[in-house]
């Protein structure tokens, strides 16, 4: 009997637009592996990374709240979850590849450090004469070297279209260090489009995080022209916002982002006529995006959300509060690194000390993180 995976395979090549990244012609894994026969390789991949710790771990890592402001707000793998959703609703319209674009998109903040962008900036600081650190390369790291579930390899051996995704996820992203990437081209289609359902996903939902935790008011969201487009198509007229009105508004404000988003790409999409993915990787400008009216308005969304919120009192005082916590683990740790776990003390010999402790915080959720602060330096807690 033909395996499945043929047949999936052949399902790709009938129904796949001619510049998507078929599984067939995968280029293979940095360690060459049997491929199964009841998955396409993409879809491998994607299950890999769903059940690496790695993954795990982003449910208790914060979006924009800290894990313990509340119960309702979006957490880093919540975020994953509604980028791959998104993803693979632009995947599907525009005839790119499902399972590929639903890999990239759960594995692009894998390398994410506790405390959201706070501890990221925080970490990329103390590593400022050590290589820096940024959480697509962190990401790229524990998908290739970080996770150990493989007695042949370290990392989850993941094809190398994913890998390039990963990379590629951010086009202004110095590559220079992957040595397998190719750095004479761009994201392929699928990676853009992850790309895209990132910004989308975070834009609209940290929007609802801000409206659900009273941070934001309606009344100073009526200053923004995309606002009073969402509530005037479904025709909210202002007062008091129930959380029924909420979800309308917010699913209208994604379905607004989705449409534009898909008119442009096929427009763009439709003026190359790409005959194949590395028409589009060659390309000197990305084919998903918005339009740019929309673009405008996302802007004018963004930048209200960082003054708004992201600068919000209650905010900058969690940020402060994690940059604390994570400048003391730092310090600690590469000023004693036999503090460090068996198997992060093991690294050491192969890995700079500062690399090591960076790679070690980052792994943490918000509340290890926490708690390893007060194991270190609460004098009543236990080691």
């Not at 919120?309 to 036999?338: C, D, K, N, W």
Request: charge should be negative; glycine fraction near 4%.
């Amino acid at each position: 009997m033909q395996p499945l995976r043929l047949k999936l395979e052949d399902n790709e090549l009938a129904s796949l637009a001619p510049y998507a990244l078929y599984s067939r012609h995968a280029r293979g894994r940095l360690h060459h592996e049997t491929e199964p026969r009841y998955r396409t390789a993409f879809q491998r991949d994607r299950d890999r990374i769903v059940h690496s710790a790695a993954f795990r771990l982003l449910e208790y890592k914060t979006q924009v709240f800290v894990n313990d402001a509340g119960d309702y707000y979006r957490t880093r793998l919540t975020h994953t979850l509604e980028v791959a959703q998104i993803g693979r609703t632009l995947a599907r319209a525009l005839g790119a590849n499902e399972d590929l674009v639903e890999a990239i998109c759960l594995a692009h903040d894998l390398g994410h450090p506790p405390f959201g962008h706070a501890g990221e900036d925080v970490l990329n600081s103390l590593m400022s004469e050590h290589g820096g650190f940024n959480h697509n390369h962190q990401s790229y790291r524990v998908v290739t070297k970080l996770e150990q579930r493989y007695p042949k390899w370290n990392g989850l051996n993941l094809t190398f279209e994913t890998l390039e995704g990963i990379a590629k996820h951010e086009t202004a992203y110095d590559r220079t260090a992957f040595r397998e990437i190719s750095q004479e081209t761009g994201p392929a289609l699928e990676a853009q489009i992850a790309n895209v359902a990132d910004e989308l996903a975070y834009n609209a939902h940290d929007l609802d995080d801000g409206l659900q935790s009273g941070l934001i008011q309606v009344d100073q969201l009526e200053e923004l022209d995309l606002w009073r487009r969402v509530v005037d198509r479904i025709k909210w007229r202002g007062g008091r916002l129930d959380e029924v009105s909420r979800h309308n508004i917010i699913r209208e404000l994604v379905g607004q982002l989705v449409d534009d988003a898909l008119f442009e790409s096929e427009r763009r999409i439709s003026a190359l006529n790409p005959p194949d993915s590395l028409a589009i990787q060659r390309h000197p400008h990305p084919l998903v995006c918005h339009s740019a009216e929309q673009a405008a308005l996302n802007r004018e969304l963004k930048d209200f959300l960082f003054h708004k919120m992201y600068r919000h009192f209650r905010i900058v005082r969690m940020q402060t509060r994690a940059e604390h916590f994570i400048q003391a683990l730092y310090a600690s740790y590469v000023g004693e690194p036999r503090q460090l776990p068996d198997n992060y003390r093991a690294k050491l010999d192969e890995e700079p000390r500062h690399r090591v402790v960076a790679d070690y915080i980052a792994s943490l959720t918000d509340r290890s993180a926490l708690r390893e602060y007060q194991q270190l330096f609460d004098p009543i807690s236990r080691p």
